[in-house]
Structures are given as structure tokens and as C-alpha cells.
């Protein structure tokens, strides 16, 4: 008979072997915490100040465009708004001997920008001074550049004498079809210097390019009951135009 018995295990030698091959995991507090290098924060100011600059240099270049584009370049006219123009008249009261007169003269209608240019060469029959006109009906003003003196003549818009550009533009049409406009008459209006004028471009771009370099003066309408004398003649001058179905004489006058 075989008996088998078991030595007793003391507890201190497994406690060696354990503490031999024990292998320590360091808690959650003791791990080790390497230095982090901190991120430079973005130079918010920074940015705000490029954006603003590149708004700032973007505004300057649309508004450089706009200023050259409507100030100084002759805008681009369509054909069938361009006209050039023979109107027959008689001046019963100031050339009644005269007899039937002829008045020439090349307009163009904008009728975007609503405004009318009219360009008056040499009369043959003379008393009248080629003229540059400009009729601004969103400014509410005309401009005159008689050529003979080289010098602007700034008014308001006279809405009685000139027609819309949409009407005179219809008009011209039909007469440009054969509708031939009838002998026609003359009115007169006198218009007497006020001042000069300093600033040009409160007077809208397409006066502005018109007078812009010339000695340019504001215009009030005279009276119509007092008339011109003698002694005021010398001192005046006048433009013949056709912007209606008659003819309209500016005489102009500078202070005595």
C-alpha cells in the first residue's frame, strides 16, 4: 500500500517567487506627464487687418474704374439712337427778311443713362455760335459749351422747351422714316450769367466730361417780360438748338 502525502507549502517562499516575478503598473496619478509645447495663438488682428485692406484697395479699384469709365471715355452710342438732323424755320421776328431758315445738328439719346447730347456746328447763316449740348434729365440740368468762346453754361433743366429722351427719340425715329417734321417756327429764351462754378463734379458725369478744363458758369432764366437792349447786346450771344418740334434760340448774357 502506497501512501502518498503533500509537504506543506510555506507561504513565505511563494511570496519570494511572486515578489520576483511581480511586475508594478504604476497607477493613473503616477504617470509620467511629458511637457507640451503650448500652440502660439493666431494673430486674430492681424487677419481683420488684411481683410479690410483688401476691401478697402477692392473698393478703390472699382470706384477708379467707375470714375474713368463715366468721366473721361466717350460712352459707346447704338446706331439707331444717333441722329443727324435738318429742320426748316422761319424767323418772323427776329430775320423776317431771312425768309426760310435751315438749323443742322447731330443728337444722340441715351436712353439708359436718359440723357441727350446734341451737337451744333457752324450756321451758315451766322448770329449763332456752334455749341456742344448736353440736356441731363436725372441731374436735372443742361449744359451749353459754346465753342466759339470755349466756355460751359450751366441751367436747369428746361422740361417745357426739351423733350424726354424717350419722346425725342420716337420722334426723330419717325422722322428718320419719312415722316417729315413741317415748317417749324422759333422761340427764344435769354439767360443772364450768375457766377462761376468751382466744383464739377456735383454736375453729374456726362457734364463733367463736357466742361471738364473749360471755364464753366451758371445761367438763370431773364425775365420774360423785360427784353434785351441795345446796350446788352454787345454782351450776349446765342445758340440755336432743336430738341422739339420748333427751334429754341439761347441767347446768352454775362453781368453788366
Keep these: ?13 511563494p511570496e519570494k517567487e511572486n515578489d520576483e516575478d511581480k511586475i508594478i503598473i504604476p497607477q493613473a496619478q503616477e504617470q509620467l506627464v511629458l511637457p507640451v509645447r503650448s500652440k502660439k495663438a493666431f494673430p486674430t488682428g492681424l487677419c481683420c487687418l488684411t481683410f479690410g485692406l483688401v476691401l478697402f484697395m477692392s473698393g478703390l479699384v472699382l470706384a477708379s474704374i467707375y470714375v474713368y469709365r463715366y468721366y473721361f471715355i466717350p460712352q459707346q452710342i447704338p446706331e439707331d439712337s444717333l441722329f443727324h438732323c435738318r429742320v426748316i424755320y422761319e424767323d418772323s421776328v427776329f430775320a423776317p427778311l431771312r ?15 436718359n440723357y441727350e447730347q446734341i451737337s ?8 449763332s455760335d456752334p455749341a ?19 466756355k460751359c453754361y450751366i441751367t436747369e433743366l428746361n422740361t417745357t422747351l426739351v423733350m424726354p429722351p ?3 427719340w420716337e420722334l426723330l425715329v419717325n422722322v428718320k422714316r419719312g415722316t417729315y417734321l413741317p415748317q417749324t417756327y422759333i422761340i427764344q429764351e435769354e439767360m443772364v450769367v450768375t457766377g462761376r462754378v468751382r466744383s464739377m463734379r456735383q454736375l ?32 450776349c450771344h446765342s445758340i440755336r438748338h432743336f430738341e422739339n418740334t420748333f427751334v429754341v434760340e439761347t441767347v446768352i448774357c454775362d453781368r453788366i
Excluded: W
Design 1 to 13: 500500500m502506497v501512501k502518498i502525502t503533500f509537504q506543506p507549502v510555506s507561504a513565505q517562499k
Design 204 to 235: 453729374g458725369p456726362f457734364i463733367h466730361r463736357l466742361c471738364y478744363g473749360k471755364e464753366t458758369y451758371r445761367l438763370r432764366r431773364r425775365n420774360q417780360h423785360r427784353r434785351i437792349d441795345r446796350r446788352e447786346t454787345k454782351r
Design 120 to 127: 451744333v456746328p457752324v450756321p451758315h447763316f451766322g448770329g
Design 99 to 113: 425768309g426760310r431758315l435751315e438749323l443742322e445738328e447731330n443728337v444722340g439719346i441715351y436712353l439708359d443713362d
Design 132 to 150: 456742344d449740348i448736353i440736356h441731363d434729365f436725372q441731374r436735372g440740368l443742361t449744359a451749353y459749351y459754346d465753342i466759339a468762346l470755349d
Design 166 to 168: 424717350r419722346n425725342l
